[in-house]
Nanobody, 123 residues
């Protein structure tokens, strides 16, 4: 099971850190991804961290602004979001890439979706 938290209301240019807590599976062996779904939009993959230090991946829309980090000792993944824009407004989800330890951002390759956390960027 995965649970995202840390969302909120932030002004444009601001920062937030999202957390993803994992339980009930061998966390170390799976890549973990962050996805988001904005109003009226499809759910899109924005970032992934591979299992056990295998690397990270970012969508072009967030590259250079967001940073993903995992702490295997705590079964946690974090998404540090800087320079937030109104276009980043969405519900953010974390999920497990079920068959691969490396990264990818294809939604159908992920499972264990938990409840998302709302991020609103507005002045």
């Amino acid at each position: 099971q995965l649970q995202a938290s840390g969302g909120g209301l932030v002004q444009p240019g601001g920062s937030l850190r999202l957390s993803c807590a994992a339980s009930g599976f061998g966390f170390d062996y799976y890549a973990i991804g962050w996805f988001r779904q904005g109003p009226g939009k499809e759910r899109e993959g924005i970032s992934c961290v591979a299992a056990r230090g295998g690397g990270t991946l970012y969508a072009d829309s967030v590259k250079g602004r967001f940073t993903i980090v995992r702490e295997n000792t705590k079964n946690m993944v974090y998404l540090q979001m800087n320079y937030l824009e109104p276009e980043d407004t969405a519900v953010y989800f974390c999920a497990r890439r079920r068959r691969y330890s490396g990264c990818g951002l294809i939604r159908s390759e992920y499972d264990n979706w938990g409840q998302g956390t709302q991020v609103t960027v507005s002045s």
